[in-house]
């Protein structure tokens, strides 16, 4: 009998026997260790954001690598129109929920709006909450080379820090609106500059948002830690989506990067609206989902004229 193995990453690896190919996930914890190993050896980082646990059990069951619990819960789950509302309680609370689920995959939580531009000690205080509440293996902080100095004493400190450059959404009324950024040249320049402060400042990783390919491109081979695109083209080491767009889960966003992989508010919709017909009709519930008596235990209880 042939066997054929071929591997996915630390997570996720395929067996053709027989005709048939089987899918297993790896129950080894993702570490930065092994996202990095995954970008030398050009193995794709899968990552998905997740805000509660059973999004969380989910995803992680289907095999990523990384999970982000995104500020982005404020418009997908908190209905803001954008996520500079959120709050460092509002991400403990969601980190918490996904924490519990994931034992495998890499759990990064975003630094919310303004919760790491004051002094070093509220910075460190912040991702401390993060890390030692909501049990986050590391975070993420949107900024360039302005930043660098910050996430440098947070490596220091022992925190995992994730970069995030291009389109950085926390300053979205600074930047004009959701636009693709450093499509010109000086804009491009110091996206490049940026990246490479970030690299040396000690992140792990960098997000790369609605940035060109080919810049995206440039930027993934001039730096030796994972680049993780979102809008950025397929040059990127990995790619993340934000779990509600690509499922359409309440989601009306449609931005041109977002690939739809399922339609589960329609699911959720025709469901419900079953339901309720069910229930109006009186065909719910049927027998098979309510409880008896004994006849013996209902004469006890009503006497014997009930029967």
Do not use: W
């Amino acid at each position: 009998m042939n066997v054929y193995m071929m591997s996915f990453g630390p997570a996720i690896k395929m067996k053709f026997a027989k005709g048939v190919l089987k899918m297993t996930v790896s129950s080894k914890p993702v570490t930065t260790s092994s996202l990095l190993k995954m970008k030398e050896k050009k193995e794709p980082i899968a990552v998905i954001t997740a805000y509660d646990y059973p999004t969380a059990m989910l995803v992680e069951k289907a095999g990523v690598e990384m999970i982000l619990v995104g500020d982005s819960l404020g418009m997908v789950v908190l209905g803001y129109e954008s996520t500079i509302p959120v709050t460092l309680n509002d991400m403990l609370h969601h980190t918490k929920a996904v924490t519990r689920a994931a034992k495998r995959a890499f759990v990064v939580v975003d630094m919310p709006f303004l919760t790491y531009h004051g002094n070093l000690d509220s910075t460190l205080r912040n991702a401390a909450i993060l890390m030692q509440e909501g049990l986050a293996k590391a975070v993420k902080m949107e900024g360039g080379s302005e930043i660098a100095e910050t996430i440098s004493k947070l490596v220091q400190a022992g925190i995992p820090v994730m970069g995030h450059i291009g389109l950085t959404p926390q300053a979205v009324h600074r930047l004009g609106g959701y636009k693709v950024q450093g499509r010109e040249p000086a804009e491009a320049r110091k996206l490049v500059h940026d990246a490479i402060a970030l690299e040396q400042a000690g992140v792990f990783a960098i997000v790369l948002e609605c940035v060109p390919a080919d810049l995206a491109k440039k930027i993934s081979e001039n730096v030796s830690v994972p680049t993780i695109g979102i809008g950025a083209g397929v040059h990127c080491d990995g790619q993340v989506l934000v779990f509600h767009d690509m499922l359409q889960y309440g989601s009306t966003l449609s931005p041109k990067f977002v690939k739809v992989y399922g339609n589960a508010g329609n699911e959720i919709v025709n469901g419900v609206s079953k339901y309720i017909k069910e229930v109006k009709n009186g065909s719910f519930p049927a027998l098979e989902h309510s409880y008896t008596f004994h006849t013996d235990k209902i004469q006890q209880l009503y006497g014997e004229g009930n029967k």
